[in-house]
């Protein structure tokens, strides 16, 4: 006689109808938080490195900068937004490619809205102002090409 009650009962029962339709809702609207809060790191990371390397090179042009310190943080981005936004499960190989093609799309966006900031702005706030602007370019690329369901 099976008398299980309370999470361990739960946790393998599936919802149907409207708590299906519920739950299915709560799981995607998970996502967007979770790519925000990823992202922030992923920027943390991005915006330190670049950072760092305008302490070490002065004289370096912004752009010169963030893209020299591009394809760190975008391989950092993968990995992190791979296990903990998208839980992907796809072959690496599949999913690197179109990953760095979504990058590199945000990156050119980046560099072009950073040339135009850093002309009234000193480096620092305008990519912080450009930075805001690939986030939300790189979560619609990225939901409809890199980690879409296959």
């Given amino acids: 006689m099976d008398v299980s009650v309370g999470p361990r009962h739960l946790k393998n029962a599936q919802p149907s109808g409207e708590g299906r339709l519920f739950a299915d809702f709560l799981k995607a609207g998970r996502r967007p938080v979770l790519f925000l809060l990823v992202g922030v790191w992923n920027t943390l990371v991005g915006f330190g490195l670049y950072a760092c390397l305008l302490a070490v090179a002065p004289s370096m042009s912004p752009v010169a900068a963030l893209i020299a ?18 839980r992907s499960k796809e072959r690496r190989l599949v999913e ?27 480096p620092l706030p305008a990519q912080a102002v450009a930075l805001t602007v690939t986030a939300a370019l790189s979560y619609f690329l990225h939901l409809t090409w890199t980690f879409r369901a296959r």
């Fill in 69 to 86: 310190t591009g394809p760190l943080a975008i391989t950092q981005a993968y990995f992190a937004q791979r296990k903990w936004v998208w």
């Fill in 96 to 122: 690197f490619p179109p990953f760095v093609g979504v990058y590199a799309i945000s990156l050119l966006a980046n560099a072009v809205v950073l040339f135009v900031l850093s002309r009234l702005l000193p």
